[in-house]
Every structure is written in structure tokens, then in C-alpha cells.
């Protein structure tokens, strides 16, 4: 049973840093990834998707310039570099993965079939 596990959440000041790291466990899925994120009483929102091969990402507009994401499929881990963090940015982030051989980035939560469990980002001002 393929897992995503996400790591690396915290609490960071306005202004900070911090890097998320989602690895696989159970077996292997070759498909595009992606970042997620739920605040209290908010529906979840896409936040940064790449494809399998890593040369194509997307952003949402709120996190262009300030997000990166990443991946190293030898270590079939995908990562999410944040910068400049903001209060707003407070939420539970989740990892995704589209199903095996799917590998085209899309921000559509419903493409996506497995999912992390997420971790938590809390940025204090």
C-alpha cells in the first residue's frame, strides 16, 4: 500500500523559512506531485504541482515568487522550499500524487489519488 509522508511543518516567524518534505513509502508511483493546504474552516486549496520529470511546475498565485517545489526521484521524495512566510500561510499542508503513469501536473485536487496525512505550518507574527 503506497503511503505519502509528509515532514518538516513548524513554527516560523513572519518573514521565515522552512522546507517540506513528502517521501513515499510501500511502493513506488511515477506520476506528478503536488502541495496542498487546508486552514481552519477552509476548504482545501492547491498550492504547487510538478511533473514526474520535475522540468514542468504551476503555482497558485499567492505563493508565486515565494515557493518552490521539487523532486529527487531517486529518493522518490518531493520537497516544498517556502520562503518569506506570512500569517496567511497558516495551514495544514498536504502532499499528493497522481495515480501510476499519470504524469502531467494539473492544481485539480480530484486528479490526485493518494494522499499524505499533512503537516502542520504555523507562521506567528
Known amino acids: 500500500q503506497v503511503q505519502l509522508v509528509e515532514s518538516g511543518g513548524g513554527l516560523v516567524q513572519d518573514g521565515g523559512s522552512l522546507r517540506l518534505n513528502c517521501a513515499t513509502s510501500?511502493?513506488?508511483?511515477?506520476?506528478?506531485r503536488a502541495w496542498f493546504r487546508q486552514a481552519p474552516g477552509k476548504e482545501r486549496e492547491f498550492v504547487a504541482t510538478i511533473s514526474w520529470s520535475g522540468d514542468s511546475s504551476s503555482y497558485a498565485d499567492f505563493v508565486k515568487g515565494r515557493f518552490t517545489v521539487a523532486r529527487d526521484n531517486a529518493r522518490d521524495t518531493m520537497y516544498l522550499y517556502m520562503a518569506r512566510l506570512k500569517p496567511e500561510d497558516t495551514a495544514v499542508y498536504y502532499c499528493?500524487?497522481?495515480?501510476?503513469?499519470?504524469?502531467?501536473?494539473?492544481?485539480?485536487?480530484?486528479?490526485?489519488?493518494?494522499w499524505g496525512q499533512g503537516t502542520q505550518v504555523t507562521v506567528s507574527s
Open positions: 499528493a500524487a497522481r495515480p501510476h503513469g499519470a504524469h502531467y501536473p494539473t492544481s485539480n485536487r480530484d486528479d490526485y489519488t493518494y
Open positions: 510501500g511502493g513506488t508511483v511515477n506520476s506528478a
